[in-house]
């Protein structure tokens, strides 16, 4: 029998990305308290206690479908260069589906680690979250359950290791979350060469009987998300643990080579590679499993947004930021008066400002402090900028390439090594630095993006074996310093996870120098491109108020009097999709009229932050041939829509637009009005949408607000 989901095909209101499910997660105890099942009424995964744990289903609720086909190890360790099963149950007949009358005949593997014990409760929160500016109102840690499985390594080379399994399963929300504990009991070092913490044998997208290069396979719809990922902007690229296999037991697969790739794996690439000293436990990365309940990719983006928002809540926090180029007193403070007569929120000492954060120098510090506390004064957050990654320091600091035995070769040619020494006291600077100026942001340029480090030297990794694993776990500790600490972080990769709140919404830096005009069609087109898997909350965009990296006059907003329409057509971009950027210069405004310009916009997102800031709906992208338009959906507010439509053409639009309404929880009747105009009532079609007519001035845009009859 199949539990009731929440089913888009039902309507809005039965679909849990519109309407929470009634049903709360939960740990269910059956067969007999043979089994153990988390359940939420949009997945259910099942456990079997014995002969040894092992999952024996995991069903997507929402459609029916079952998401496994067969049963996997819990877990994989390799220890001292063997490789054990944590549970797991083998003799299935057939890996291409499961019938519960096999389940009773598996059998156990003698060598695997065995299940001793299960223990229950609710979400713990792996760090604090001090919330000191505007966020959503989101728990944290994320209501649910947790289930522990315990088991006891009993082959002779593993005897006194000790597992535990994580689960974590969430309210409304079809994700299941997972990580390892290791407790070395022995008497004795061990090392973890290999952990993968999810084996789990999906049932494939597609089969396939002839050669197809791998990249060119559709796989499951699941959605991994994890903290252990470093060297992107976005969740698929910066993920490191997600490795999706053929798998060597399906043999009746269509498949002739038997390659389709439909066992995911969880682990990383490199290591961890940690010695284990006696009494010591290794905790592990988290991954976190979204079942999707449809192919398309509205959808499934929305999801992921989802999923973003109750796992990291403070990706919400998004203030309205300035980067000041210059960081004297009198530039700075002048900037100061200017972000709180317009309404700003935060103002950065940005990148090439002459801040030094690495300067531990109590009287420079102290100095820094003053102006701190100058915009305190003025209601204004203040943020610094530091490169860590693409710098060189020295030969005994820098990353070793493991080909050469050198330096050089990393990701970025030159980067220093965050477990060596330098490395170690440069964090603890910052740390001093921040806690003694009273620094609201860091934003850490080139924040640790994989490099592994062949050096047996640096105090801080053994050598290239836990050196991507020891630096990964030394960057995400210090993300979740900042964010116990109330310090926003903006960081050019997807540690969200770990306690940063922006990374880049996606662009080329070489763009902000071609003439203004191109910069606006660029700069719709990368809020489209960048918020399918990102919030409008969680990407930042520029807009170089000065020269930057060339383009001279034609790229330059300076004077700012003489470019308001460019300069009010980047503020109408950003804010009308939610999204903050990097306004760099040394001031917001020169004149009285531009001072109105960023009134305005400033105001009028301020009015419609609350929606503004809630998911986008890709509608039309931008191309200047034509308008272009998404839409905000929000259906747990009464405003629970706002379409942004943007005008590039030198005449007036006039034009008929469909707006898909479904995701605004509404049924039947829609009240809509254009700008401050009178709101009109508009009937539903059978799709959920409406067609509305509006009027886009010549270069410019407009709005039209969505809300409850």
């Not at 089994?35 to 206690?49: E, K, M, P």
């Not at 490789?83 to 009358?101: C, S, T, W």
């Not at 929880?665 to 508009?682: M, S």
């Amino acid at each position: 029998m199949v539990a009731p989901g929440a089913r888009a095909a039902d309507g809005p209101s039965s679909d849990w990305l519109v309407a929470p499910p009634h049903w709360p997660a939960r740990v269910v105890w059956s067969d007999g308290t043979n089994a153990v099942a988390l359940d939420n009424g949009l997945i259910r995964r099942t456990i079997r206690l014995t002969p040894n744990g092992a999952t024996v289903g995991f069903d997507n609720l929402m459609t029916g479908a079952s998401v496994v086909r067969a049963v996997k190890p819990e877990a994989l360790l390799t220890v001292d260069g063997r490789e054990f099963n944590v549970g797991g149950l083998g003799g299935q007949p057939d890996h291409a589906y499961l019938l519960p009358a096999w389940i009773a005949a598996l059998k156990d593997n003698v060598s695997a680690f065995q299940l001793v014990g299960v223990t229950t409760g609710r979400p713990q929160a792996p760090f604090a979250w001090k919330r000191k500016r505007h966020a959503a109102d989101l728990p944290w840690p994320p209501p649910g359950v947790t289930a522990n499985f315990h088991y006891a390594g009993r082959d002779a080379a593993v005897k006194g290791l000790s597992v535990t399994v994580h689960y974590e399963l969430y309210d409304h929300l079809p994700v299941l979350g997972k990580w390892l504990t290791v407790s070395n009991g022995t008497d004795r070092s061990v090392t973890l060469d290999r952990v993968a913490t999810e084996v789990l044998a999906a049932v494939e997208a597609e089969s396939a009987v002839d050669a197809r290069p791998t990249n060119k396979w559709r796989l499951p719809p699941i959605s991994v998300l994890s903290d252990y990922s470093f060297g992107g902007m976005d969740p698929v690229t910066s993920s490191r643990v997600t490795e999706w296999q053929p798998d060597p037991e399906y043999q009746t697969q269509v498949h002739y080579e038997r390659l389709t790739p439909c066992l995911l794996v969880c682990r990383p690439p490199v290591g961890p590679g940690v010695r284990l000293a006696p009494g010591e436990m290794f905790h592990s990365f988290r991954t976190w499993l979204l079942v999707q309940d449809s192919d398309t990719r509205e959808r499934q983006g929305l999801a992921v947004r989802r999923a973003e928002r109750t796992l990291a809540p403070w990706i919400t926090e998004n203030p309205i930021m300035m980067h000041v180029r210059n960081a004297d007193t009198r530039t700075f403070r002048a900037a100061v008066d200017q972000c709180a007569a317009v309404g700003f929120e935060m103002i950065i000492y940005t990148f090439g400002s002459g801040l030094d954060m690495e300067n531990t120098d109590p009287a420079y510090m102290a100095r820094v402090k003053q102006d701190v506390d100058y915009a305190h004064a003025k209601g204004i957050d203040v943020g610094a900028y530091s490169l860590f990654s693409s710098r060189r320091i020295d030969d005994a600091d820098d990353v070793i390439n493991p080909k050469t035995g050198k330096p050089g070769g990393a990701i970025f040619g030159n980067a220093p090594c965050l477990g060596s020494r330098w490395g170690i006291t440069y964090l603890e600077k910052l740390k001093t630095f921040i806690t003694q100026t009273g620094l609201d942001l860091l934003e850490h340029d080139g924040p640790y993006p994989g490099d592994v480090c062949a050096s047996t030297n640096h105090p801080g990794h053994h050598g290239l074996e836990d050196s991507q694993w020891t630096q990964w776990r030394t960057s995400a500790d210090f993300y979740a310093w900042c964010r116990a600490h109330g310090v926003y972080v903006n960081a050019p990769d997807f540690y969200f996870f770990t306690g940063t709140s922006k990374t880049g919404m996606g662009y080329r830096e070489s763009n902000w120098s071609l003439p203004r005009a191109q910069q606006i069609i660029h700069g719709r087109q990368n809020i489209f491109d960048g918020t399918w898997e990102k919030t409008p909350t969680m990407g930042w965009m520029f807009v170089p108020l000065t020269e930057y990296q060339g383009g001279g006059a034609a790229a330059t907003l300076e004077p700012l009097r003489e470019h308001l329409p460019a300069y009010a057509a980047h503020l109408a971009n950003n804010f009308g999709a939610g999204v903050q950027a990097c306004y760099r210069g040394p001031r917001l405004y020169d004149a009285d009229a531009t001072e109105a310009v960023l009134k305005h916009w400033v105001s009028w997102f301020k009015e419609y932050r609350d929606i503004l800031e809630s998911d986008l709906i890709h509608l039309r992208r931008a191309d200047g041939r034509d308008i272009d338009y998404f839409l905000h959906v929000n259906p747990r507010l009464r405003r629970c829509g706002l379409a942004m439509i943007y005008n590039p053409l030198p005449v007036e639009a006039n034009r008929t637009i469909r707006l898909p309404l479904y995701y605004t929880g509404l049924t039947a009747t829609a009240l809509i009005r254009q700008e401050h105009g009178p709101a009109k009532r508009y009937r539903l079609n059978r799709d959920y949408s409406v067609n509305v007519t509006v009027h886009v001035p010549a270069n410019g845009q407009t709005w039209l607000v969505v809300e409850r009859p």
